[in-house]
């Protein structure tokens, strides 16, 4: 049950209709343009072939309609999860639905959700083409930070590595010191980045390693802190468990994702509906027990609840199975 099958598509259209729509569209029609963007990014190949060179800014303008359209959508269906190919059916755009893309993360006047989702979808249909645009927000040392490292992700995959190298580096001269008093508190931050900075760019099974080593020192500063402090690590240690289950079922390792997933559920800030629409939990969702891991959990959340009204277990009570 991906996000991508929660709005009906809309009717295919027929060549003749399409041919007539085409027409109509080349000469300025702003009916035709509405209905053509109501249809969605698998429509632009298919309209294209129907266009000559005199429509290519009509094309442009109906292409960036449709993007920004559907990376709307997704802020509304999808909320706040991210994960690769949520977009790669916006790669029926072709290149300029990459360059809008670009432009829009680059954007400052664009609002800031949208321009995460447009570096998101950059990343699933973007390619070479825009390394050095790329290159240039990255080193630009007036821009954003989140902009520079999500322009260092997406220089990694497709393939420029030579800023994410120098980061991880650097990241690893404070994670692999001897932990202190003194140093705990960089060596857990660098290693939270060490896992996200793995996991954004493909390397689960190192972004597993750092997660499980920042669970480890976390739950060893637990033990030794004050008791009123306690709460604070143990809810710490039960959100990185969806993390951790992200990349582990990436990974392939379903049957631990599962495992954190059931750990992860004591965090009101986890609930089913994450899991349902999770793009990198494909492969739970995909597994025969995840009928039955989710119907554990429904009726533990208590039956007849929305996903929408979803919260999260009783830290104190075990998981199921």
């Known amino acids: 049950d991906d996000p991508s099958g929660d709005r009906p598509a809309p009717r295919a259209l027929t060549d003749a209709e399409l041919d007539d729509l085409a027409r109509r569209f080349a000469a300025g029609d702003d009916d035709a343009r509405t209905a053509l963007a109501d249809q969605g990014p698998a429509i632009v190949p298919r309209l294209r072939t129907r266009l000559d060179t005199s429509a290519a800014e ?162 060893e500063m637990r033990d030794r802190v004050r008791p009123e402090l306690r709460p604070a690590l143990t809810e710490e240690v039960v959100i990185l468990q969806y993390n951790l289950a992200c990349s582990l079922a990436l990974a392939g390792r379903i049957a631990e994702s599962f495992a954190a997933l059931d750990r992860s559920m004591a965090s009101r800030d986890i609930t089913l509906d994450m899991v349902r629409t999770d793009g990198d939990l494909r492969a739970v969702r995909a597994d025969p027990n995840y009928p039955t891991w989710r119907a554990d959990w429904e009726a533990r959340l208590g039956a007849g609840r929305g996903a929408d009204d979803e919260g999260a277990a009783d830290p104190g009570d075990p998981p199921p199975g």
């Open 58 to 219: 009509r094309l442009r303008a109906l292409i960036e309609r449709v993007a920004r359209r559907d990376l709307e959508r997704s802020l509304v269906d999808e909320g706040a999860v991210r994960y690769q190919g949520q977009f790669e059916r916006l790669r029926d755009l072709g290149p300029e639905g990459a360059e809008w893309m670009l432009r829009t993360f680059g954007n400052e006047d664009e609002p800031i959700d949208i321009r995460n989702r447009a570096a998101t979808a950059l990343g699933d249909v973007g390619s070479e083409a825009q390394l050095p645009a790329l290159r240039e927000l990255a080193d630009d040392f007036l821009a954003e930070a989140w902009v520079e490292r999500e322009a260092i992700f997406l220089l990694a995959r497709f393939g420029d590595r030579v800023r994410v190298d120098r980061r991880l580096a650097r990241l690893h001269e404070i994670a692999d010191v001897e932990a202190t008093t003194a140093t705990l508190p960089a060596i857990l931050n660098a290693c939270g980045e060490l896992a996200e900075v793995h996991y954004r760019i493909g390397e689960y099974e190192a972004a597993i390693e750092q997660y499980l080593r920042k669970q480890a020192l976390l739950e």
